[in-house]
């Protein structure tokens, strides 16, 4: 069953501007990661937030984790169409709580950058 | 390093007929996983290996579905007898618990089509 579940589905914007995608999970978790997928590609790991953890940045990308609501939200800052593709949040559930490797993704929220 | 290589990348069979998908891992890896992708159900994991060992396969669907991993650099998902239902996208990924405690590696993905 999903974990994560990624908001909106889909989002269309200009090269540029900043794209937001939102993620909520209904369980504690270990950590929370982001994969890009471009079409017709595997998946490609961009950033991991732990749960002790409420912001990180890496390039262009900024996650913010809060786990007392158990959201997540991607920002892509000045969007290139580039990044034009779906994004996933995965959740690694704590140990204590059976979680081990497994990634529990949801379903995905498709960006178009449009040139 | 060449990532982590599925073959084929496009399969089309008949119902009835026995589908082997394969994967190389990334040299060094000692985990392994096999997800299946499709719009309805997203991406979900069948089961994953460490060194060699299937460790969870509470997500493979039926017994028509087998995996094996007879050494540290190949596996295979094997469907046999292949249904229209498992048309799907399958992807394999591999991780190096020492260098990425939980990033995963993904695989170009096998299409797979059943008539």
Not at chain 1, 35 to 63: A, F, M
Not at chain 1, 91 to 108: I, M, N, R
């Amino acid at each position: 069953s999903q974990q994560g579940e990624e908001d909106p589905q889909a989002l269309s914007i200009q090269e540029g501007e900043n794209a937001t995608m939102n993620c909520s999970y209904k369980t504690s978790i270990n950590n929370l990661q982001w994969y890009r997928q471009n079409s017709g590609r595997g998946l490609v790991h961009l950033i991991l937030i732990r749960s002790n953890e409420r912001e990180k940045h890496s390039g262009r990308l900024r996650v913010t984790l809060d786990t007392s609501k158990k959201s997540s939200s991607l920002l892509i800052t000045a969007s290139r169409a580039a990044d034009t593709a779906s994004y996933f949040c995965a959740t690694v559930l704590p140990y204590a709580q059976g979680g081990s490797e497994k990634l529990v993704f949801g379903k995905g929220t498709k960006l178009t950058v449009n040139p | 390093d060449a990532g982590v290589i599925q073959s084929p990348r496009h399969e089309v069979t008949e119902m009835g007929q026995e589908v082997t998908l394969r994967c190389k891992p990334i040299s060094g890896h000692d985990y392994l996983f096999w997800y299946r992708q499709t719009m309805m159900r997203g991406l979900e994991l069948l089961i994953y290996f460490n060194n060699n060992v299937p460790i969870d396969d509470s997500g493979m669907p039926e017994d028509r579905f087998s995996a094996k991993m007879p050494n540290a650099s190949f596996s295979t998902l094997k469907i046999q007898p292949s249904e229209p239902r498992d048309s799907a996208v399958y992807f394999c990924a591999s991780r190096n618990r020492r260098t990425s405690p939980y990033e995963q590696y993904f695989g170009p993905g096998t299409r797979l089509t059943v008539t």
